[in-house]
């Protein structure tokens, strides 16, 4: 499986973005997926996740009420609307496939295919 992230930019404090990830495989839609991010010097840390079947939705409090993550499985794609960015937002975000033995939903070792990485800068 080969997972493509896109859309990350520069943006102003306050603005919108929204990132996608396409991936290679049909079989893309029976698994849950997430998205991450790394800022420069800190670890990799999860920002949301979707379950099989777009049931559930789980996001980190630090951008809860501000990103949503969505799917669409007919383009093998999950997206992340990201609004009211801030400048602590800046980071090289991940898009990540579940692995079907995950217990969990927001550590790294839970996913077990990574997309490339895509460079969201916020300036404040």
């Known amino acids: 499986v080969q997972l493509q992230a896109s859309g990350g930019g520069l943006v102003q404090a306050g603005g919108s973005l929204r990132l996608s990830c396409t991936a290679s495989?049909?079989?893309?839609?029976?698994?849950?997926m997430g998205w991450f991010r790394q800022a420069p010097g800190k670890d990799r840390e999860f920002v949301a996740a979707?379950?099989?079947?777009?049931?559930?939705?789980y996001y980190a409090d630090s951008v809860k009420g501000r990103f949503t993550i969505s799917r669409d499985n007919a383009k093998n794609t999950v997206y992340l609307q990201m609004n009211s960015l801030k400048p602590e937002d800046t980071a090289v975000y991940y898009c990540?496939?579940?692995?079907?033995?995950?217990?969990?939903?927001?550590?790294?070792?839970?996913?077990?295919?990574w997309g490339q990485g895509t460079l969201v800068t916020v300036s404040s």
């Open positions: 495989e049909r079989t893309f839609s029976s698994y849950p």
């Open positions: 979707f379950s099989w079947g777009g049931g559930r939705t």
């Open positions: 990540a496939r579940r692995s079907r033995s995950a217990t969990g939903w927001a550590t790294a070792q839970e996913y077990d295919y």
